[in-house]
């Protein structure tokens, strides 16, 4: 007992106290932190009219219940409305429109589902002095509206859902009696689609629920990301239930957190397990940019926003035109502008910081209207309407167009209706409403009937914590009245200003294919998903993320890093370049050299070593040298048709008399040795200069072969460009490749029967005897020539032709140095020995020594 007594004498201070802070009509605790944040709770406006021109005491009763911030901005925009039009004479004159608001009634029925007398809280009917309502303006949740609908219909009060659009309650069998203000998102999958592609990101994860609108979006997502080349990285459905989301949890965790993808798209309803997985996750910081809908733009218990990310949300918001005089409204919603409104005092007093100024119900002090700005700023909603609070002055607004259009038809009903109280039939104005359409004060289309309804137009905000308070900034607008040509604008001014960042975080599956490359699908992934492979030689690509190279002109050729087609050099075998001028100095050396020694040879013409072997098959065999160095001159230079065919003929014509001349020298030492064994006939054969017929006969056989070669398929000038990379090679094409290695061919073959003839008749006795010279340097002319042909065949460019040009020569200069080298150093350097008594005397010896 004692104990008792110290208690009350302990808290009765306490009492004493809290008597004279706080009225006795208001004993409760200020509710200053709402415990369900920002949470959309139902709230049902109640509409009926009265006669006359009524006070503004809107808030009369309305307001004497907790609150949340987001139904407190509901109530504000309804009055905002209402305010509007009963000040406005040309809408319903003499009329005013009236609210009675019941929110949280879903949580109302289930408590009374749980009573015995729940009919007597949700009857059938209406009393004979119970009020009728004109109609009931639902949200921003569906589920009031199916829970209720059915009842609504019984009591004859129609509906105007004011909440996002819902599909399932726009099934008019089931609810005839409702209609949505809220637009259909049928722009919405292209809009987010559009703001990807703006980004550049085309690897990304989409969280929806698990119901027809969320698979509905994810359907028409998916084809507009295959339109766009975006690919989904993940899917999480959010399935119902809370068993199967805590089986999911971690499943729908780590999709997010094991994928590269860097931004997530998250749609659905709001009353989905979606919110309630990202309260769960609330713990861990996702390093995601989120793209969502205004409705998942809210704050949770502990303050901060519901999609939150250290690199921000992207929100998209139905497009509202800014309501001038709305801030005005706010500011003045003061309880001394409105007279017995007990509970708006008590709204201000439980959530705005305000104090008494007596021990009455009614007088505030240290209260004012910047108190309920920054209350409202805080729980992110400052003084611009959300999506449902605008769809709520919508749907006043044409609750007032349909009766208005309803009594002009019926003017009768004014006068019947006269100082009593003013109803009128519901569904009567229904019929009106499903058909109204008018232009808001803000300037908006405003359309009930859903197929009557533009596309949407969306803003697009970025939405993040700013130390400690919420940052939401406009930073562009998507219009989808062109579904061909839809318009998307980004502020990238105001991206930067807001994240601070001058380019956003990739989001993609592979790095973007640098110019010079093209892009190689990755097997059993998305197209997204690729390899960058460099373009092959004489191809480009010049732009990022090319699926193929392009090829160059034929007159052009890629650069180093594949990027560009530079012009080619057109280039030849010049006497400018060091390789030309240093072949066109050998020939014309060799060439004089050939012409000394045919002036020696003259010179010495009746000298025993120029008179053996036939001198004037030697003097042939000289001159045809002289332009076998002299030919290579046709190859050096800028190609034309007269001197390509001028190389292959004259080619062969020398080349044919050069190997006559060899052969026809040989055939003189057998014939030589032959005449010492008596013999008639070969002596006259020896006499009579029959081997000299050789190089005439040779040399007509190769001009057939040449006249047939230039008669059917010359040569002609070619410009291959494939030859030298970076060039154009300007070449004599042969014209008929069979007709060149015909050539080649009889050349050969004279070739080898001059060497075998003269390999035979290398070690034959003879004073002078130079068949083992000629055995020599028909040696060095086949092992050249068998040289060339793979060698010519393996080379390109310039090389080929200097590859022929050298084999000339060698060639040349082969015959050249062995058959007349050795004769040329006995004339100049031993003549004693190139004399007739020398040789006789060389002949005595012998013969006596025998």
């Known amino acids: 007992m004692l104990s008792l007594i110290f208690v009350f004498l302990f808290l009765k201070p306490a009492l004493l106290l809290c008597s004279l802070t706080d009225p006795v009509c208001f004993f409760r605790v200020k509710d200053k932190e709402n415990p369900e944040g920002d949470k959309d709770i139902d709230c049902s406006f109640f509409i009926y009219t009265e006669h006359g021109d009524m006070k503004n005491d809107y808030f009369s009763g309305n307001l004497d219940k907790q609150m949340t911030p987001k139904n407190v901005h509901l109530i504000f925009s309804l009055y905002f409305a209402m305010e509007e039009i009963n000040r406005n004479p040309h809408i319903l004159p003499n009329i005013s429109l009236r609210a009675n608001i019941k929110c949280n009634l879903r949580e109302e029925k289930t408590k009374y589902d749980l009573s015995p007398k729940k009919s007597e ?58 209609y949505q203000m809220s637009p259909k998102d049928t722009s919405l999958p292209l809009a987010m689609v559009s703001l990807l592609v703006h980004f550049r990101w085309n690897w990304v994860g989409v969280i929806i629920s698990d119901d027809d609108h969320g698979i509905q979006f994810l359907s028409e997502l998916r084809e507009e990301m295959q339109r766009n080349i975006v690919c989904l990285a993940f899917v999480s459905i959010i399935f119902h239930g809370n068993l199967s989301l805590l089986k999911m949890f971690d499943k729908y965790f780590n999709q997010i957190t094991m994928s590269s993808a860097k931004v997530v798209i998250v749609y659905g309803d709001k ?83 305000c104090s008494w100024s007596s021990s009455n119900c009614t007088k505030l002090k240290n209260c004012s209207t910047i108190n309920v700005l920054k209350w409202l700023f805080r729980h992110q909603f400052g003084v611009s309407m959300s999506d449902s609070s605008y769809n709520l002055y919508n749907a006043v607004y044409a609750v007032a167009h349909s009766l208005h259009k309803m009594l002009l038809k019926e003017v009768d009903l004014w006068s019947e209706n006269a100082g009593k109280r003013l109803e009128f039939d519901s569904w009567q104005i229904f019929s009106f409403l499903k058909n109204i359409q008018f232009v808001n004060p803000a300037g908006d289309l405003v359309n009930v009937n859903q197929e009557a309804k533009q596309d949407t137009e ?34 990238d001014e105001m991206i930067e200003w807001a994240t601070g960042f001058r380019q956003t975080p990739p989001s993609i599956c592979s790095r973007p294919c640098s110019p010079g490359h093209r892009k190689s699908p990755q097997d059993g992934k998305a197209v997204c998903c690729f390899d960058c492979n460099p373009c092959p030689e004489n191809k480009i690509s010049n732009m990022t993320n090319s699926v193929d190279c392009v090829k160059c002109p034929d007159d052009q050729y890629s650069n180093a890093k594949r990027t560009h087609c530079l012009k080619k050099v057109v280039t030849f075998l010049a006497y400018e370049d060091p390789l030309g001028t240093c072949l066109a100095g050998l020939a014309l050396c060799f060439s004089s050299l050939t012409a000394v020694v045919l002036a020696i040879f003259l010179k010495c013409q009746d000298t025993p070593i120029v008179k053996a072997n036939n001198r004037v098959v030697s003097y042939v065999l000289l001159i045809s040298l002289i332009f076998c160095f002299l030919c290579p001159l046709l190859y050096i230079g800028h190609p034309h048709r007269a001197t390509c065919i001028l190389q292959q003929t004259a080619f062969a014509i020398v080349f044919t008399m050069a190997a006559s001349s060899v052969l026809a020298k040989t055939i003189t030492v057998v014939l030589a040795f032959k005449v010492t064994v008596p013999d008639r006939r070969k002596r006259w054969l020896l006499a009579s200069g029959a081997p000299n017929f050789i190089i005439p006969m040779c040399t007509v056989i190769q001009l057939i072969i040449c006249g047939i070669w230039m008669g059917t398929s010359p040569p002609f000038v070619e410009e291959d460009v494939h030859a030298e990379h970076g060039h154009i090679l300007i070449v004599c094409n042969k014209g008929s490749i069979i007709a060149f290695h015909c050539v080649l061919g009889y050349l050969g ?55 022929e040009v050298f084999c000339i020569l060698a060639s040349s200069a082969g015959l050249l140095l062995c058959i007349f080298a050795p004769k040329c150093y006995i004339i100049l350097f031993k003549p004693q020995i190139n004399s007739f008594h020398k040789i006789t005397k060389t002949h005595s010896k012998n013969e006596n020594f025998h």
Not at 124 to 153: D, E, H, M
Not at 309 to 321: D, F
Not at 768 to 789: D, H, P, Q, R, Y
Request: charged share 15%; net charge positive.
């Open 749 to 803: 073959s004279l070739s080898l029967a001059s060497f075998t003839v003269a390999f035979l008749a290398r070690n034959l006795p003879d004073t002078f005897n130079e068949a083992k010279f000629l055995t020599f340097s028909m040696l060095v002319f086949c092992s050249v020539w068998i040289t060339f042909l793979p060698v010519y065949q393996s080379t390109k460019g310039k090389a080929t032709v200097a590859v």
């Open 271 to 353: 009353d989905s397990n979606i919110q309630l997985n990202f309260i769960l996750w609330k713990s861990v910081t996702f390093n995601r940019i989120w793209v969502s809908m205004s409705q998942f733009d809210r704050i949770t218990i502990k303050g901060d926003f519901l999609l939150n990310s250290p690199h921000g949300t992207l929100i998209y918001s139905h497009k509202n035109s800014e309501m001038s005089g709305f801030k005005q409204f706010m500011q003045s919603v003061h309880p001394s502008n409105y007279s017995n409104e007990i509970s708006l005092i008590r709204l201000w007093w439980i959530y705005f910081n």
């Open 121 to 178: 809280n949700f009857p059938n009917y209406y009393c004979k002095n119970q009020r009728k309502y004109l109609i009931v303006l639902t949200g921003p949740t569906w589920g009031v509206s199916a829970n209720f609908g059915s009842l609504q219909y019984m009591s004859r009060t129609p509906e105007l859902y004011y909440g996002y659009f819902q599909p399932l309650l726009n099934v008019h069998e089931q609810f005839p009696h409702l």
């Open 458 to 491: 969306y803003d697009i905000f970025y939405v993040t914590d700013f130390k400690h308070f919420g940052l939401k900034v406009k930073i562009g607008n998507f219009s989808g009245h062109s579904h061909d040509d839809p318009q998307l604008y980004i502020s």
